[in-house]
């Protein structure tokens, strides 16, 4: 593997707010022209608590879909 690049990338969730991840690419000698980008929290950050919330919902069945739902879905599902 190469390193390509690293930084500091800053993204906004709607459901979970602000989050900064560090990352980091690497070319994959294996695999010509193919890069590898890897993002993490800081240990003990907010952004890793919002990371592991977001993914709890992702593993619990029936979760609560963080999507907004059109006014027209709200009314059908008060209908059920």
């Known amino acids: 593997m190469r390193t390509h690049g ?5 993204f906004h969730h ?3 707010g602000d989050l900064t991840l560090a990352w980091e690419s690497v070319d994959l000698r294996a695999e010509p022209g193919l890069t590898m980008t890897i993002y993490t ?8 608590h919002a990371l592991a919330l977001l993914g709890s919902w ?9 999507e ?4 027209a ?3 059908a599902a008060r209908r059920t």
Do not use: F, N
Request: proline letters at 16%.
């Open 41 to 48: 929290a800081e240990p003990g950050s907010p952004t890793e």
């Open 14 to 16: 709607h459901v979970v």
């Open 68 to 71: 907004p739902h059109t006014h």
């Open 73 to 75: 879905e709200e009314r």
């Open 58 to 66: 992702a593993a619990t069945p029936d979760a609560p879909s963080a």
């Open 6 to 10: 690293s930084g500091v990338k800053y």
